[in-house]
Nanobody, 116 residues
């Protein structure tokens, strides 16, 4: 069973930047979409950004113009470049990769905290 491993989280001041990375421990075939989600305790997990095998990009309204997602469905790598970070961006960030056959892979999360 392959696993997704996130890295790059940490403590950043408002206005700062971070790059989150996600890589699979093994090859996952037929990826349809890769994305980043975030969750605050007591709330539902929400979509931040995603990229499809065809190159379609989607962003949550709250991060448009500030975050950029990129990745490679063959290499099973996905990145999230976060800029102009705000306190409301504080959350646990999770990587997700899903296949056309509905196999769903999640990382265990990396904490991002924005505070002065």
């Amino acid at each position: 069973q392959v696993q997704l491993v996130e890295s790059g989280g940490g403590l950043v001041q408002p206005g700062g930047s971070l790059r989150l990375s996600c890589v699979a421990s093994g090859r996952i075939f037929n990826i349809y979409v890769m994305g980043w989600y975030r969750q605050v305790p007591g709330t539902e997990r929400e979509l931040v950004a995603r990229i499809t095998a065809g190159g379609t990009l989607n962003y949550a309204d709250s991060v448009k113009g500030r975050f950029i997602i990129s990745g490679d469905t063959v290499k099973n790598t996905v990145f999230l470049d976060m800029n102009d970070l705000r306190p409301e961006d504080t959350a646990m960030y999770y990587c997700r990769q899903r296949t056309y056959g509905l196999e769903d892979y999640w990382g265990q999360g990396t904490q991002v905290t924005i505070s002065s």
